[in-house]
Nanobody, 120 residues
């Protein structure tokens, strides 16, 4: 059974940092793209960051320069380091994995989500 389990969410003040982690289990994800989406209240889910099977990364314009993404192939984990957080980063953050090798808008697997709240 494939599972993606996020951790690391919480409440932080604007300007602060959080590190989200996603632990994948149930299969090997080394050939998968992995990444993060987020959904704020009343808004559609949106792409945040991705890292491909080769390690190349991509970011939404709104987070570029503030967020970094990394993965540990040996542990099937992916991390999202979020710095200089803004209130508009408040959302539920979802980990995703895509067998296409790049993160598409319809990943094969989703995590359950972790809440990130940034206070002003």
């Amino acid at each position: 059974q494939v599972q993606l389990v996020e951790s690391g969410g919480g409440l932080v003040q604007a300007g602060g940092s959080l590190r989200l982690s996603c632990a994948a289990s149930g299969r090997t994800f080394s050939s998968y793209a992995m990444g993060w989406f987020r959904q704020a209240p009343g808004k559609e889910r949106e792409f945040v960051a991705a890292i491909s099977w080769s390690g190349s990364t991509s970011f939404a314009a709104s987070v570029k320069g503030r967020f970094t993404i990394s993965r540990d192939f040996t542990k099937n984990t992916v991390h999202l380091q979020m710095n200089s957080l803004k209130p508009e980063d408040t959302a539920v953050y979802y980990c995703a994995a895509d067998r296409a090798g790049v993160l598409t808008t319809s990943p094969n697997y989703w995590g359950q989500g972790t809440q990130v709240t940034v206070s002003s």
